[in-house]
């Protein structure tokens, strides 16, 4: 019997979403080169939730790409001297220069989201916001940045019973945050800032493309699709590397193993 979600959605079977995955994740890989080779800048905005799924998008995302073309930006909350500086300046040092793709795991948009339903801005700072969020979008954009902009969408139900899941497993319980058990008892009230936002961010320069994420893998598979059908990327050879033969050894003394200290081997205990 195939699993469902708590809202009851039934999920894509793990072989058909590990299948699409990798190929997705080959396109990526191509992607990645195109925008190595021409110069480009990208800038992925992975908003939502708590619970929504951005997390574990942004890491499928992520593992087989380059670190050093590909960072995730996950900035912690303000510093006081942060909070003196113009609100965008500390994104600003995140963007991504020639031939990076940089993806914001929360974004300038916490202004819109959390510190709109929990008060830690003003009325003044929220509103200042939404006027200048698309006109600095508009800034990126015509200086050449490629933006794309993601709304993980989860049912109450189901962020519910993903923070109940992480809460009981010991390996996972650090994500959860003493905002997580706000999000369930102000959903309405994030409901309306998430309406709020949309309504003065969503523009036809950067619009926001909503990802149903009920079922995290189908979310993952239709982000990543669209991410790649979004990108005008065409393939590129990378420079071959030829493997040279292995030269003749000179017979240079090496210091004994004794000499060295190891880690112990843990693994061989584990073949008996």
């Known amino acids: 019997m195939a699993k469902k979600t708590a809202s009851g959605l039934e999920k894509l079977p ?3 979403y590990e299948k699409k995955l990798g190929k997705l994740q080959a396109e990526l890989v191509v992607m990645q080169e195109w925008v190595k080779h021409t110069g480009n800048r990208v800038v992925v905005v992975c908003e939502g ?3 929504a799924g ?3 998008a942004i890491k499928r995302i992520t593992e087989v790409l380059n670190p050093r073309q590909v960072r995730i930006s996950a900035l912690p909350a303000p510093s006081e001297r942060e909070k003196t500086q113009w609100y965008f300046q500390k994104y600003i040092a995140h963007l991504p220069a020639s031939g990076e793709i940089v993806i914001f795991d929360r974004s300038w948009y916490n202004r819109a989201g959390v510190e709109r339903v929990m008060g830690f801005c003003t009325d003044a700072e ?6 200048q969020a698309p006109v600095f979008e508009q800034m990126l954009i015509e200086d050449g940045i490629m933006l794309r902009k993601y709304w993980f969408s989860v049912s109450d139900k189901e962020q519910e019973a993903r923070f109940r899941s992480r809460a009981a497993d010991p390996m996972r319980r650090w994500k959860l945050s003493p905002m997580d058990p706000e999000s369930l008892l102000r959903w309405e009230d994030y409901s309306l800032a998430k309406d709020e ?4 961010t969503d523009v036809e320069m950067s619009p926001w ?3 149903e994420s009920e079922d995290k893998r189908a979310a993952r598979v239709n982000v990543i699709s669209h991410l790649l059908g979004s990108i005008p990327y065409t393939g590129v050879e990378p420079p071959v ?6 030269p003749r050894a000179k017979g240079v003394a090496r210091p004994p193993k004794d000499t060295q200290r190891y880690v112990p081997d843990v693994a061989a ?4």
Do not use: C, N
């Open 197 to 200: 936002m949309m309504a003065h």
């Open 209 to 211: 493309w909503v990802v």
């Open 269 to 272: 205990d584990l073949s008996t």
């Open 126 to 131: 929220y509103e200042r916001f939404l006027r």
């Open 54 to 56: 951005k997390g574990s």
């Open 14 to 16: 793990k072989k058909a």
């Open 49 to 51: 939730r708590d619970a």
């Open 241 to 246: 590397v030829k493997i040279p033969q292995r």
